[in-house]
Structure formats: C-alpha cells, structure tokens
C-alpha cells in the first residue's frame, strides 16, 4: 500500500487535506503541518496552522473565518479589551482551551508533535498530523518598514506592509518531527496543498532533510493561484510585491526542480503545455465538501500517475 505525504499550511491547504482524508486512509496519508506562523501570545504557545488542520479534521473549523472553531463565543477576549490587554489575534473562548492545554503539556516536558497527536486522538481524529519540527521555527517578513512576526504582518497590520522577502528563524537549528522523518522512510509521493507558497510551504520546505527527501520522490503541487488571484490571503500580493507576475506558471517556477507534477484550474488551462513539468487541468476552486473530496481524487491518482 502506499504511503503519501501532504504538505499543508493556512486554510487553502486545509481545504485540500480534508479531501485527502476522505479519499486516503490514516494509513496511506501523513500531514504535514507548517509551524512557521507560531508565536507567544498572552504566554500561550500558539500554533494557528495546526490548530486550522486539526479543527478541519475534526469538523470543528470556522468556515466564515477560515481559522479558529465555530459555534465560538468572544468574552475572554472582549474583556481582556476593556482590560486594556491585547485583543488584536483573535483568540475564541473554546479556542483558548485548546491553547491553555498544549501550553501546559509543552510546559511539561510534551514534544509539539507529541501535543499535536494527543488534541488530534481527543477530538475523534483518525488521520496524522505532525509539525514539520518539534523545534522553533518562526517566518520572518521583511517589509520596506522593516522585519516582522508573522502574526504582526498578517493579523495585527493585515498583510498591508509590502513584502520584500521572508526568513525562517530557527532553520539551523531545526529538524524533521520524529512522525515525519520516520514516514519518509517508506514514502511514494508527496502533495503540496494549495497553501501560501512563501509562507505556508516554503517553512516546511526549509526543514533540513526535507528538500533531500522530496528529491528522490514524485512530487505534485496544486496550485493555490487561479487565473491571477489567490482564491484566500496574501499569495498574490506578495507576488506582485515580489516583482514576479502573480500566476500559475510562477509557482510552478517558484516550486522549480522539485516539483514533477503541477494541478491548474480550468482558468489557467492555456498555459498546462508551456510548464517544465507534467500538469493536469482541473477545478481546483473547492466551495463544498464534494469539491474538496474530487480535487484531492484528480491529485492522488495524478501522483499515482506519475510514481511510476
Ligand atoms: N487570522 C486573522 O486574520 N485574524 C485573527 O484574529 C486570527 C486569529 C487566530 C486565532 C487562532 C488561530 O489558530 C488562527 C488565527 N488566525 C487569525 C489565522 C492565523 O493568523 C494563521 O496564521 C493564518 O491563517 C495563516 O495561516
């Protein structure tokens, strides 16, 4: 049987991976989760794209927001405001347990991997779901106002900065979770979700041992730009302040020798013959579960396609 890898980030490559635990079992799908958008926050370890993963997987998620649970209700929050404290990273009451709770077992002596297992078995999640690292590493946005958090520039200054480049503090220093680098022994292909590829999925690309590993195996990406536009956050954007046209094409190239597969939409068909790489044309825009469940269908069975 084989064994895929899916790398995942944010709330696109969320949509994805719900569709890939529908049409993959736990035993045939690893995810891996970046954790280049944790921070500190109020003293909670807060880790906002496992948390996205793990509530999607659990049906828990927010769908208005993309991010934290529903049925959320806001009172810790609106009276830390008329406290005076922070209340800019919006931090729901049910959410908040769920923070308390993997800072305690951190402060225990729990490996992030190890807290992310336990939350995922506690709320009925059949499928794995590792960090990429157990250690820190933390995106950094170079702006044309200087370097900030992540958290800063996406949540408290809403992605308004314009970007100049971006670094992972914590990458010397950082290695493969022990679930992922174990899974990579016996891997026959990886998905890179339709995640930010500069925020969501080059951290994890930036693990030591993790461009070596996908080397040797076939690699598809789906491409989280449709005609022109990222279906949710900054992706084009960034782009454009990058100085690199805001396309499908340029993620391919951004992704460049490690990719063997791409997955357009339907809106970027003209261009599946001008790419370095094998494509296949699809509708990648996934507004129901149905649509999240068929993309992740196309993209297996085009990985399966090329394995061999
Ligand atoms: N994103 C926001 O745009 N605004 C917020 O107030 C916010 C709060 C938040 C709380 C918990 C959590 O797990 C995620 C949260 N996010 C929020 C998303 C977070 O900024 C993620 O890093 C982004 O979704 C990018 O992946």
Redesign the pocket.
């Known amino acids: 049987m084989a064994r895929y890898l899916a790398i995942t980030?944010?709330?696109g490559g969320a949509k994805l991976a719900l569709g890939l635990a529908h049409v993959l079992t736990p035993d045939e799908v690893l995810f891996v989760v970046?954790t280049g958008?944790d921070f500190e926050h109020l003293g909670l370890a807060?880790?906002?794209?496992l948390?996205?993963l793990t509530y999607t997987l659990a049906d828990l998620n927010n769908t208005e927001?993309?991010?934290?649970r529903r049925d959320e209700t806001w009172q810790c929050l609106d009276t830390l405001a008329e406290l005076g404290g922070e209340s800019?990273?919006?931090?729901g009451d049910r959410?908040l347990a769920l923070h308390f709770h993997r800072t305690q077992l951190l402060r225990a002596g729990a490996s992030l991997s190890q807290v992310t297992a336990e939350i995922a078995r506690r709320l009925g999640i059949r499928h794995g779901l590792a960090p990429m690292s157990d250690q820190p590493i933390r995106t950094i946005v170079h702006t044309a106002k200087g370097a900030l958090n992540?958290?800063h520039y996406?949540?408290r200054d809403r992605c308004a900065p314009a970007v100049t480049g971006f670094h992972f503090d914590g990458i010397p220093s950082a290695r493969l979770s022990p679930v992922v680098a174990d899974w990579l022994t016996d891997c026959q292909g990886v998905i890179i979700c339709p995640s930010n590829p500069f925020?969501?999925v080059d951290p994890v690309l930036a693990v030591p041992g993790m461009r070596e590993a996908l080397a040797r195996l076939p690699v598809v990406a789906v491409s989280p730009i449709v005609d022109g536009m990222a279906i949710k956050?900054p992706t084009a954007k960034m782009m454009a302040e990058l100085k690199v046209p805001a396309t499908a094409a340029q993620v391919a190239s951004h992704y460049g020798e490690l990719l063997t597969g791409f997955v357009l939409d339907e809106a970027d068909a003209a261009v599946h013959d001008t790419l370095p790489v094998r494509t296949v044309v699809t509708r990648t825009v996934m507004l129901t579960l149905q649509d999240r469940i068929d993309l992740a269908r196309v993209t297996v069975e085009f990985l399966q396609s090329l394995a061999h």
């Open positions: 980030g944010g709330v970046n958008d807060i880790s906002p794209d948390d996205t927001l993309g991010w934290g800019w990273f919006r931090l959410d992540f958290q996406f949540v925020v969501s956050g």
